[in-house]
C-alpha cells in the first residue's frame, strides 16, 4: 500500500476493492443510496464506500444492511478466507 501525503493527512493511494454484493441487491430493490442510507441510519457517502470496496461497514452496519435485505450476512459481504473447492 503506497502512503500519499498532501501535508495535512495521508491518504492511501492503493487499496485492494473488498467484494460485496450490495451494489446489486440495490439495483435489484431498485432503491437509491440516499434511500438506503436512510432505512440503515448512515450517510449516503457511505453505502457508495461500502459498494465502491474503499469502506468496511462495522460488523452493525454490516447486519443493518443485511436485515435490510433479508439476506444471511454472508450473502451480502462473501467471506474471503473461503476456498472454492471443486
Not at 491518504?11 to 439495483?27: C, G, H, K, M
Not at 442510507?37 to 462495522?58: F, K, L, M, Q, Y
Not at 450476512?73 to 462473501?78: D, K, Q, S
Amino acid at each position: 500500500m503506497n502512503i500519499r501525503t498532501n501535508g495535512y493527512c495521508k491518504t492511501r493511494t492503493e487499496r485492494a476493492t473488498l467484494p460485496n454484493n450490495l451494489f446489486l441487491y440495490r439495483q435489484q430493490a431498485n432503491i437509491s443510496q440516499d434511500k438506503l442510507a436512510e432505512a440503515v441510519d448512515c450517510n449516503r457517502r457511505t453505502i457508495g464506500n461500502i459498494e465502491n470496496g474503499t469502506h468496511d461497514p462495522s460488523v452493525q452496519m454490516a447486519y443493518r444492511l443485511a436485515n435490510y435485505f433479508k439476506v444471511a450476512l454472508p450473502v451480502l459481504f462473501p467471506d474471503l478466507n473461503e476456498k472454492n473447492e471443486e
